[in-house]
């Protein structure tokens, strides 16, 4: 069974950064494309940022780009998320997912989030 | 942006109801969307993919229609464990989702 386990989270200043990770087993991770999606509390899902399996091609949510930078290790199964100048917005339940087949696509399998507060 | 509009946000039933949610596209997107559960404190669960295909392990009770700017996913008799958000998500442009439909025991 994929598995999916994100880790990372806490509570952050604004302006400040924070690396969120979401260690993947039980499938071949190289292979598929990853994403990182966000839900404020209270609110609907929202769509940060993908990348290609190999992690050369990367895709940025507006709202995020220039901020955010995803990046993965194929060697150890695990993806990243590099948040800077972090704003109140960002506050949200973080989630990695797979992709399920070429990106875009739907995603098949998601982690438990991390959550992720900005707050002075 | 493809923008997704769900309706209706919320709606109340009952076990054994027929329920019919809608999403619409901002743009035709063929059939590149998908539907998903979410019950409070958990992930997101697929439950449709391209449109009208049920995910494996999925309960046949659900099922999806739609291409182009319209689609609907129908719960054909509810069970206590539907009782869920449904997010809709549209994977031709890049992705987005729907703003959700809270499902709620009347």
């Known amino acids: 069974e994929v598995q999916l386990l994100e880790s990372g989270g806490g509570l952050v200043q604004p302006g400040g950064s924070l690396r969120l990770s979401c260690k993947a087993s039980a499938f071949s991770f190289s292979t598929y494309s990853m994403s990182w999606v966000r839900q404020a509390p209270g609110k609907g899902l929202e769509w940060v940022s993908s990348?290609?399996?190999?992690?050369?091609?990367?895709y940025y949510a507006d709202s995020v780009r220039g901020r955010f930078t995803i990046s993965r290790d194929n060697s150890n199964n695990t993806l990243f998320l590099q948040m800077n100048s972090l704003r109140a917005e960002d506050t949200a339940m973080y989630y990695c997912a797979k992709v399920s087949g070429t990106w875009p696509d739907d995603h098949d399998s998601w982690g438990q989030g991390t959550l992720v507060t900005v707050s002075s | 942006a493809i923008q997704l509009t769900q309706s209706p946000s919320s709606l109340s039933a009952s076990v054994g109801d027929r329920v019919t949610i809608t999403c619409r596209a901002s743009q035709g997107i063929d059939s590149a969307l998908s539907w998903y559960q979410q019950k409070p404190g958990k992930a997101p669960k697929l439950l449709i993919f391209?449109?009208?295909n049920l995910e494996t392990g999925v309960p046949s009770r659900f099922s999806g229609s739609g291409s182009g700017t319209d689609f609907t996913l129908t719960i054909s008799s509810l069970q206590p464990e539907d009782f869920a958000t449904y997010h809709c998500?549209?994977?031709?442009?890049?992705?987005?989702f729907g703003q959700g439909t809270r499902l709620e025991i009347k």
């Open positions: 990348l290609t399996g190999s992690g050369g091609t990367t």
């Open positions: 391209d449109a009208s």
């Open positions: 998500q549209q994977f031709d442009t890049y992705i987005t």
